[in-house]
Every structure is written in structure tokens, then in C-alpha cells.
């Protein structure tokens, strides 16, 4: 089954308590990339990347770092974590071929207090 | 770089009814692609047009695009409490999705 799948689902960590959020795909996309959703603002890009060694700033990376060591994976990096980075983080993958469909994970909530 | 704006930002309908958003956009697109989230969910494709289509239907959605408006409508048909979530259009020109904020809407039984 085509999936994408991030954890954690639920973190509730402090303020500057470096944290991993990880995001697995195994559809062989070549694209993935990490939002975050927050009310009233939809869904902005933090990261994305093309391919393996390939990452690129979205609209909104401050305080976030990506790595794309190996194709499936695509962990989101919060070196030091804020309150204005409790928000709901979705992950996602697509091909590059004709149609960019993206296959989205289930969310994680993460609350910083 | 948010491209996509939906029209109107919640709709509350009656089943039964349709219900029909819109989603401007700014720039030359490849194609326009509609999604659904249900609550705190993630995004679920709907159906997708390319910048050379001018309509499409999948099932109770109908989706048209006016690209020399640089715009586009989703219409759900005969519209039933399930649909109740938030749909949103989004975008590939040269680089991948450029998501809107969405329409929420609400099918009250």
C-alpha cells in the first residue's frame, strides 16, 4: 500500500529540546517535502527536496533543518524548538512525472511549551 | 510563494445541495489540483485538470478551469454530511504544489 508515513503523531516537548520529526515513503517518489498548518493560514511549505543530497527552502524554513540522505526518508529537524512551532506538520511525497499528485502522511501535532 | 486562494473561506449548505468553490491563482500553472482534509487529517487528492482541460468530472465533483481568468471551481453535487471537511486547490507551474487556504465547508443533515 502507497504510503507515507511521519512520527511522531503526538509530541507535546519544551522549549529548546531539540526534536526529530521523521517521514518515510515508500512509493520511490522522488519529491518530498514537509508543511506546516496552522489556523486561518493553510498549509505552508517549510522544506521540500527534489531528489537524494537536494533541499531547497520553502516559505516558512526559519528555525527547521532537512536532510535527504536516502530517498525514502526526509526527517524535519527542530534544533531548538520555540512555542511558535506548535502547529500541526504534515509530510509529503510525489513523483516528478506528469501530474505531481502528492501522497500526504497523517499529521503530527507538536505542542512547545 | 502561497498561490491558491479559495472562494469563499467557509460555506454551510444543506444536504442535498450543491456546493460550489472557486480558487484564483497568479501564475502560469501546469495544472490545478483539488484536495479534501477532513479534521486535523491529512490532504486527500480529488481530482486534478491540466492548463489544457476546461472541465472534469470524477463521480459528484465537477471541476472547470478559466485559465485565462486564472481560475478555478470545484462543484460537489447532491451534497451529503461526509463532505463536510476542508478542500483546497493548489498548483504546479515549474516546481511542485502551492497549496491556497482553503474552504471549509459544512453539510448539515
Known amino acids: 500500500e502507497a504510503q507515507v508515513t511521519q512520527n511522531p503523531r503526538y509530541l507535546i516537548t519544551v522549549t529548546g529540546k531539540k526534536l526529530t520529526v521523521t517521514c518515510s515513503q515508500n512509493?520511490?517518489?522522488?519529491?518530498m517535502s514537509w508543511y506546516r498548518q496552522d489556523p486561518g493560514l493553510g498549509l505552508r511549505q517549510i522544506y521540500y527536496?527534489?531528489?537524494?543530497?537536494?533541499?531547497d527552502k520553502g516559505d516558512v524554513p526559519e528555525g527547521y533543518k532537512v536532510s535527504r540522505k536516502e530517498k525514502r526518508n526526509f526527517p524535519l529537524i527542530l534544533e531548538s524548538p520555540s512555542p511558535n512551532q506548535t502547529s500541526l506538520y504534515f509530510c509529503?511525497?510525489?513523483?516528478?512525472?506528469?501530474?505531481?499528485?502528492?501522497?500526504f502522511g497523517e499529521g503530527s501535532w507538536l505542542t512547545v511549551v | 510563494s502561497q498561490q491558491g486562494e479559495e472562494d469563499p473561506q467557509a460555506l454551510s449548505i444543506q444536504e442535498g445541495e450543491n456546493a460550489t468553490m472557486n480558487c484564483s491563482y497568479k501564475?502560469?500553472?501546469?495544472?490545478l489540483q483539488w484536495y479534501r482534509q477532513n479534521s486535523g487529517r491529512g490532504l486527500v487528492h480529488l481530482i486534478l485538470?491540466?492548463?489544457?482541460?476546461r472541465e472534469k468530472h470524477s463521480g459528484r465533483l465537477r471541476v472547470t478551469l478559466d485559465t485565462s481568468k486564472k481560475s478555478s471551481s470545484l462543484l460537489i453535487t447532491a451534497s451529503r454530511a461526509a463532505d463536510t471537511a476542508s478542500y483546497f486547490c493548489?498548483?504546479?507551474?515549474?516546481?511542485?504544489?502551492?497549496f491556497g487556504k482553503g474552504t471549509r465547508l459544512s453539510v448539515i443533515a
Open positions: 509529503a511525497s510525489s513523483s516528478l512525472s506528469s501530474g505531481n499528485t502528492i501522497y
Open positions: 512509493m520511490n517518489h522522488e519529491y
Open positions: 527536496s527534489m531528489n537524494v543530497e537536494v533541499t
Open positions: 501564475t502560469s500553472i501546469n495544472n
Open positions: 485538470i491540466r492548463s489544457n482541460e
Open positions: 493548489a498548483t504546479t507551474g515549474n516546481t511542485p504544489l502551492v
